[in-house]
């Protein structure tokens, strides 16, 4: 897969969410070079089994690395997502090693894990083999808060992970300091996010609202940019038009 080894080179990745239009031509959409993966979110968008599974196989046909970000670090809801064809997992507010050991677990089919072997579209990559699935699904951890940190080093010797991502928004709220993004405490947490993934080579990035923010963690050594998604995307040009009409004479 293309995206995995962009991952192991640390080259620059980009992302964007889809969380709440449940229609696959959307995936065509955004169907660009630009792209290399697209999240979906199931832990805050209104995206169900159903409604996700149509847009996953187009994902496949398209050959857009689809990954899915689980509502809870569960073995239903993290093993679930593979048999419905997600190329990888994004598993968001992880702080422990015990968690950690129940994503890979829940991710990898024996000897490696505990997964069990079905679904519809677990092989869609038309690689119908053990070794081939665990090797080539994705798992990507979200810290989010300041234990989410102090126990990266040891989460991240416990399994192949593929990037690290940081969820700036409750980080800040962990911190004391809610959405205050430039807030010294909350930089200071987050270059220690980037030291302990360079530390093990791995690909590290964030959510990011602003051109500026992407800008600012590139230049700190970010190499994953998550950003926006559907919703944002139509608030956004709707409101281009708005204002557009309202300056009219």
């Known amino acids: 897969m293309k995206l995995q080894q962009k991952l192991l080179n640390r080259e ?6 889809i969380s709440a239009l449940n229609w696959s031509g959307l995936i065509q959409v955004f169907h660009n ?6 999240i979906f979110d199931f832990e ?16 496949n046909v398209l050959k857009i690395p689809a990954i899915a970000r689980v509502q809870e670090i569960t073995y239903a809801y993290m093993s679930k997502v593979f048999d419905m064809g997600a190329d ?10 015990e968690q ?11 000897p490696l894990g505990k997964k069990g072997c079905g679904g519809f579209s677990l092989f869609h990559d038309g690689q119908v083999s053990v070794d081939s699935f665990n090797q080539n699904r994705l798992v990507f951890l979200q810290i989010e808060s300041p234990l989410g940190i102090q126990n990266l080093e040891g989460m991240l010797s416990l399994g192949k992970v593929d990037g690290v991502i940081v969820g700036p928004n409750d980080m800040s709220i ?18 220690r996010v980037i030291e302990i993934s360079n530390s093990h080579k791995i690909s590290c990035g964030i959510y990011c609202d602003t051109p500026e923010e992407i800008r600012f963690w ?13 919703l944002g995307f139509v608030k956004q040009a709707y409101g ?7 300056e009219l004479e």
Do not use: Y
């Not at 620059?12 to 969410?17: L, M, N």
């Not at 990888?88 to 090693?97: A, K, S």
């Not at 590139?218 to 559907?230: H, L, V």
């Open 174 to 191: 962990a911190m004391g300091n809610p959405f205050q993004f430039d807030h010294p405490k909350l930089i200071e947490g987050i270059e």
């Open 218 to 230: 590139r230049s700190k050594g970010m190499n994953i940019f998550w950003a926006s998604g559907d």
């Open 12 to 17: 620059k990745t980009f992302a964007t969410t």
């Open 100 to 110: 950690a050991q129940k994503v890979f677990d829940s991710i990898r089919m024996p």
């Open 33 to 38: 070079e630009t792209l290399d993966f697209l």
């Open 240 to 246: 281009d038009l708005c204002k557009v009409i309202e």
């Open 88 to 97: 990888g997992i994004l598993v968001p507010r992880i702080e422990t090693l």
């Open 44 to 59: 805050h968008g209104r995206l169900t089994a159903e409604s996700a599974e149509e847009m996953l196989r187009m994902c």
